[in-house]
């Protein structure tokens, strides 16, 4: 052999240095570029201010509004039923049929490309429903397509409770609902929220889905069942139609500062959670 | 008592609304799409070179060949990056650095797709567009976007399966004598090779169903994509594009798109739960 | 005093999943006394104690053969409320495990699942509780802290106190001084020969002496059998099989 196994060693791990510095460039890249030119941009009144002609000037309020809305509504509706499969799937059965079933289903949901939500959600919540285009439709697609997220989440922290604690409340006359509910539930709480903010991140950045249930009007909304545009579809209608690029880099930035903002406060949550199981 | 079994049957309907939905999901697009492929023929609509709503002509071929072309070229980056960064996360790194470089990761993840387009557009296609000629607006810039998006999904199952595997494996390696990097390549990644596989399938399943950053960098041209500096639909695109305006047959065709797309993730994600689940011996 | 003692085990086998893990018990337990289970490990002492509040229905796999009277009432009957049971034969385990709620929630938590919710009557229920584990002098102060501030023998204490809130008529007590120092060891045993005027206590203890030391009848167990059971004084100096001298003077174990 003429290369030495040793010197195979060292290209091997510069390659791998290499690459994982690589990659951390791109992002940082990523990041930056749209930060740089758009950060200065955000003014109080580019928060709170309407748009002007087609978003060529003025703010991005409704999109906010838009934003909040949508998230909210996919957070309400999501994360009980997300919760309650977690902790079907962990108190009250075992591994048979239906639990693998749910898990089945939970697998596969997790997979579905969010066109597909998209096209899902304008047949079924805006046509058969009639609910139109609308913060309504926009939020209960949101809900379908991070339930998966939730349901995950819920029982990593469910099952991260500890036996005993479970054991205890029913040899003090607990039954499973008390337990579930005094003891599990309350335990698990920090993780289950990771969750839900893993799944409020993914609200904020979705486009695809939005745009054929929520509609992209760009009027401030009146109710639930008014069209609205949020931040992610106004900042992707800007760039493509060339409407404005200064416009679409503060959109952009505005969207990357409330995701970091989500993701760290999330992260935050996850180490404080960990740190009070080494107890 | 009763208000126990109150509770459990109500906790067992909650848990089957992710299985209900995913019926519900596959019945609808169902419903709107099968008709149109039915009606057109299966063979001219799979196969069909000719994207032409207006005169009723509906094959899918170039969209098909979009979507996978730019799939191979993502994985073509992505997937040596993302087993390099899964390594470098699990075997190389002093914990220090992996602190601030797995957040990075879990970032990567989170940024939204349009982001990621935009960034395509304003630096990727100019540069494509300078120093390799055509539009810019191509499947290379669509496949090197993509290739960096999947990174978070392979990095991630990756490294899982490499953590998975039992300490002995690597201290059995290396107490034979085996350098660190013949561990690894000899050792530590045949071993976790079902789960690296794994990822590199759901990968794919992601790079397939990316719809914006596709279509804000592939140009969107109907038509067979003659090269890699050629621009490009993929079927996802073709749906999020035209479905803002298509009424009548031209919808449905839109949903029967859908279909092809939910039958080829739904087989993905299959083959990448199957083989996931096979032991390592 | 009803039927036969306070609790009666007849041929009672238990199995999990395939193994027999006790075989054939017969064993009487009446009220008002300190009852010590005895054995090396892997006895069934512990499964045991689990079946007479039926924990051992948490675990998937189980079932058993005979019967278990508790005042004349077969326990596993269909009609028997398992709360209920459970309240009424307390457990206390052998790490302690203080539940993540402040001292006073940890005592006020079972009568709380009961249904009690009045602010003074918890208080008073928490109060005469601590007070009868002997941990009331040492926390009045500082009731709102968390449990886990507790050491580790106030905290099994705590979970005594848990057990007595809800006024059980057993207690059982599953190796409850492991990894306690010899002075809480001390104060847990004062605590149990006060309790027994009132209550019914069945202990596995942390080693011989201990039942040497409190035990009113103990009884022997062996992979799974019991091989006898009689007075403490007559266990300890005149035992009726040769395997259960062996054990007493240390012989194995």
């Known amino acids: 052999m003429s290369i030495s196994r040793f010197t195979t060693e060292k290209i091997a791990k510069y390659t791998i240095w290499i690459s994982a510095l690589l990659t951390l460039l791109v992002m940082v890249w990523i990041l930056f570029q749209v930060l740089r030119e758009g950060l200065p941009l955000i003014t109080f009144n580019f928060l709170f201010d309407y748009p002007h002609?087609?978003?060529?000037?003025?703010?991005?309020?409704?999109?906010?509004i838009g934003t909040m809305a949508l998230t909210i509504i996919a957070i309400i509706v999501a994360t009980p039923l997300g919760v309650g499969t977690a902790v079907y799937l962990r108190e009250y059965t075992r591994e048979s049929r239906v639990s693998r079933l749910i898990r089945f289903g939970t697998d596969c949901l997790a997979g579905v490309p969010s066109i597909i939500f998209g096209l899902f959600g304008f047949i079924f919540f805006v046509i058969f429903l009639g609910l139109g285009w609308s913060i309504i439709s926009g939020g209960l697609t949101l809900a379908i397509m991070i339930l998966p997220t939730i349901i995950c989440t819920a029982e990593e922290a469910i099952k991260a409770t500890p036996y005993s604690f479970r054991e205890v409340s029913y040899a003090l006359g607990g039954t499973r609902w008390q337990t579930t509910w005094k003891v599990v539930l309350p335990n698990s709480l920090p993780g289950i929220i990771t969750?839900?903010?893993?799944?409020?991140?993914?609200?904020?950045?979705?486009?695809?889905?939005?745009?054929?249930?929520?509609?992209?009007?760009?009027?401030m909304p009146d109710s639930l069942f008014a069209p609205v545009r949020t931040m992610a579809v106004h900042f992707y209608i800007l760039a493509r139609e060339g409407i404005s690029m200064e416009m679409a880099y503060a959109t952009g930035a505005a969207l990357i500062i409330m995701i970091l903002l989500i993701n760290s406060a999330a992260n935050f949550l996850l180490h404080r959670y960990l740190k009070k199981l080494e107890r | 008592m009763t208000k126990e079994k109150v509770l459990e049957k109500f906790l067992l309907f909650v848990a089957l609304s992710s299985i209900s939905i995913?019926?519900?999901i596959a019945f609808f697009i169902f419903i709107e799409g099968i008709p149109l492929i039915w009606k057109k023929g299966v063979f001219s609509f799979l196969c069909g070179e000719r994207w032409y709503p207006s005169r009723g002509d509906f094959g899918i071929l170039p969209m098909i060949v979009g979507s996978f072309l730019v799939t191979i070229g993502a994985l073509i980056i992505g997937v040596p990056f993302g087993l390099a960064c899964a390594l470098f996360l699990g075997e190389l790194t002093p914990p220090l650095i992996g602190m601030i470089f797995r957040p990075a990761i879990q970032l990567l993840a989170a940024i939204p797709s349009v982001i990621y387009g935009f960034w395509g557009l304003i630096v990727i296609v100019?540069?494509?567009?300078?120093?390799?000629g055509g539009p810019g607006l191509s499947v290379l810039a669509g496949s090197l976007v993509l290739g960096i998006m999947i990174l978070p999904t392979i990095i991630s199952i990756s490294e899982d399966s490499l953590r998975a595997l039992p300490r002995s494996y690597k201290e059995g390696a290396l107490s034979l004598g085996a350098t660190?990097?013949?561990?690894?390549?000899?050792?530590?990644?045949?071993?976790?090779?079902?789960?690296?596989v794994a990822s590199i399938i759901l990968g794919m399943g992601r790079a397939i169903g990316e719809t914006m950053a596709m279509i804000m960098i592939l140009g969107n041209a109907v038509q067979m994509p003659e090269s890699i500096l050629s621009s490009a639909r993929t079927l996802t695109t073709n749906i999020g594009i035209e479905m803002g305006y298509a009424t009548g047959d031209h919808r449905q065709a839109l949903f029967a798109t859908g279909v092809i797309l939910f039958l080829i993730i739904m087989l993905l994600n299959a083959l990448a739960l199957i083989i996931s689940k096979k032991r390592v011996r | 005093m009803p039927f036969e003692g306070k609790i009666l085990i007849q041929n009672f086998h238990f199995f999990y999943e395939n193994t027999l893990a006790l075989k054939n018990i017969n064993l009487r337990i009446d009220e008002k006394q300190i009852f010590a289970i005895l054995g090396p490990a892997r006895s069934g002492k512990t499964t045991l104690l689990k079946s007479l509040n039926r924990l051992t229905d948490l675990i998937h796999g189980t079932r058993h053969t005979g019967n278990i009277f508790l005042d004349g009432q077969e326990i596993f009957d269909s009609s028997i409320s398992l709360p209920e049971l459970r309240r009424r034969v307390g457990m206390v385990f052998d790490l302690p495990t203080p539940l993540p709620l402040s001292?006073?929630?940890?005592?006020?938590?079972?009568?709380?699942?009961?249904?009690?919710?009045?602010?003074?009557?918890?208080?008073?229920?928490v109060e005469a509780a601590l007070k009868a584990a002997a941990l009331w002098e040492e926390v009045k102060d500082?009731?709102?802290?968390?449990?886990?501030c507790l050491s580790g023998g106030q905290q099994q204490r705590l979970c005594i106190a848990r057990v007595l809130a809800l006024d059980p008529e057993v207690i059982m007590l599953d190796e409850p001084c492991s990894g306690l120092d010899p002075i809480s060891t001390r104060a847990i045993e004062e605590t149990l020969y006060e309790l027994k005027k009132k209550y019914t206590i069945v202990i596995v203890p942390h080693n011989i002496q201990q039942a040497s030391r409190i035990a009113d009848r103990v009884a022997f167990f062996l992979g799974g059998e019991l091989i006898e059971e009689g007075p403490v004084a007559q266990i300890f100096t005149k035992p009726q099989k040769k395997i259960t001298e062996d054990y007493l003077s240390g012989k194995y174990g």
């Open chain 1, 53 to 64: 002609e087609m978003g060529r000037k003025g703010g991005i309020s409704p999109t906010i």
């Open chain 1, 195 to 219: 969750g839900v903010l893993l799944g409020v991140g993914r609200s904020v950045g979705e486009t695809a889905a939005i745009i054929l249930t929520a509609g992209s009007s760009l009027l």
């Open chain 2, 22 to 24: 995913l019926a519900l």
């Open chain 2, 126 to 132: 100019p540069l494509i567009r300078e120093y390799l």
């Open chain 2, 180 to 196: 660190h990097w013949q561990t690894i390549w000899r050792v530590l990644i045949p071993a976790a090779k079902s789960g690296i």
């Open chain 3, 103 to 125: 001292i006073f929630e940890n005592v006020a938590y079972g009568p709380r699942l009961k249904g009690q919710s009045q602010k003074n009557k918890l208080q008073e229920i």
């Open chain 3, 142 to 148: 500082r009731l709102n802290n968390s449990a886990f």
